[in-house]
């Protein structure tokens, strides 16, 4: 199925996912001091910060995920308990909003320390002041990475609510819908996804397929439910 709204749900994370990078940009550049001095920022910033973006993304991923498993109901005709999925949705939220971030947070370090380490081109040989240092990190912190996490997340979360709405129909009817990999309905097909398109699923791998990608899945019915 489309993704409802889904230039204003990318939009919205987009949005939300620059303001708190950006924020952790400044608050580690203050930490680093300048020069920039990785031993600086204490162990803890690693294991508590970016809390506030990972707040900030929750609800959206959240909403993403029902409102997508709604509309697959809708088409269906199909009801569930919906306050029962309400807790699948939040529990799937928060992990994955924790996994997503906490690995937006690892990619930056491993990056950051490479930037700094003293055999590979960076601060040390080259004496980056902070503002040097702050353009080297551009990529991790900027509008292009948030773009590309907000097209990603976006999808991966309308298919997840989709796949969570078919496993409780499994309950309902003791029979699973077929998922069909459907690629965007534009140009920016890829060699990747364009293979797949109309194909069934059956290698449990469901969209994003790769970064930015924008498919989707359909869902049929086994032939004997037709």
Not at 82 to 95: S, T, Y
Not at 131 to 144: D, I, M, N, S, T
Not at 148 to 162: C, K, L, N, S, Y
Request: hydrophobic share 40%; aromatic share 8%; with cysteine.
């Amino acid at each position: 199925m489309d993704v409802l709204n889904r230039d204003e749900l990318e939009r919205k994370l987009a949005r939300v996912l620059s303001k708190g990078l950006r924020a952790e940009m400044s608050k580690l550049l203050d930490l680093l001091g300048d020069p920039p001095d990785l031993s600086r920022v204490p162990y803890e910033y690693w294991q508590n910060g970016w809390k506030n973006i990972q707040r900030n993304v929750e609800p959206i991923l959240v909403d993403t995920f029902i409102s997508q498993a709604e509309s697959l109901m809708n088409s269906v005709g199909i009801g569930s308990d919906w306050a029962q999925f309400n807790i699948i949705a939040a529990d799937w939220g928060r992990a994955y909003s924790y996994n997503l971030v906490t690995g937006m947070e690892g990619t930056t370090r491993s990056a950051l320390e490479k930037l700094l380490q003293k055999n590979v081109p960076g601060y040390f040989e080259e004496g980056l002041t902070s503002k040097e240092l702050a353009v080297r990190l551009e990529p991790q912190f900027g509008a292009v990475r948030s773009e590309m996490i907000a097209v990603t997340e976006t999808t991966r979360a309308a298919v997840e609510g989709e796949r969570a709405y078919v496993q409780e129909l499994v309950k309902e009817t003791g029979k699973e819908m077929i998922p069909i990999w459907l690629t965007a309905n534009d140009d920016r097909v890829c060699v990747i996804c364009g293979p797949k398109n109309g194909k069934p699923i059956t290698d449990g791998q469901f969209p994003p397929a790769h970064p930015r990608c924008r498919c989707g899945v359909a869902w049929e019915w086994p032939k004997d439910m037709a």
